[in-house]
């Protein structure tokens, strides 16, 4: 009777122990959060651009740069993560329809629609928009089949990151102009 109480006493302290070292390895590494309610899954936005969904249609990085003459041009990307293809029809900014580059815009199965940038195969702009840097304004994007979607963008000033974007670059003092 003794002996089985030694050994029912041991394999306790030892199940204990192995079961601290795992609880200490899980939460080391992480692992114990993971799962829908984790932090890093929670992330969404880590840019200036907005990001939404239609379907099987991806909007990323979506920022709207406002222009010297009033007009403003768009930046993003649209991708299309289904089998099947659907289009880009259209684009409103405020209540103003963007002028595209093309009519509409295939949306391909993983072949992105982007606009500016050293990767852009697309533009629009929108004249007389007038908006102010630092405030946000509705963009609305309408498709051949999925939902239209509106999302809520950042305008950014013509300047750092965004200063090439749009038509000509913003204007930059020349060394003799500071003299």
Not at 6 to 22: D, F, H, P, R
Not at 84 to 99: H, P, R
């Amino acid at each position: 009777m003794v002996l089985i109480a030694l050994y029912s006493s041991a394999m306790i302290k030892k199940t204990a122990g192995l079961a601290t070292i795992l609880v200490s390895v899980l939460a080391l590494t992480g692992c114990g959060a993971s799962g829908s309610g984790a932090p890093t899954r929670n992330i969404k936005q880590v840019t200036d651009g907005v990001e939404g969904q239609s379907g099987s249609i991806y909007i990323r990085d979506i920022v709207i740069v406002a222009q010297p003459d009033g007009s403003a041009a768009l930046v993003g990307t649209f991708i299309n993560e289904g089998a099947t293809s659907d289009a880009l029809t259209g684009i409103k900014v405020g209540a103003i329809a963007a002028s595209l580059s093309a009519p509409s815009f295939p949306l391909v199965q993983n072949t992105p629609v982007i606009f500016s940038g050293d990767s852009a195969n697309a533009t629009g702009s929108v004249p007389g928009l007038n908006a102010t840097p630092g405030t946000r304004v509705d963009v609305t994007m309408t498709f051949a089949h999925a939902a239209p979607i509106a999302l809520s963008a950042l305008v950014r000033a013509k300047s750092d990151y965004f200063a090439n974007v749009g038509g000509t670059p913003a204007a930059t003092p020349s060394p003799s102009a500071t003299q």
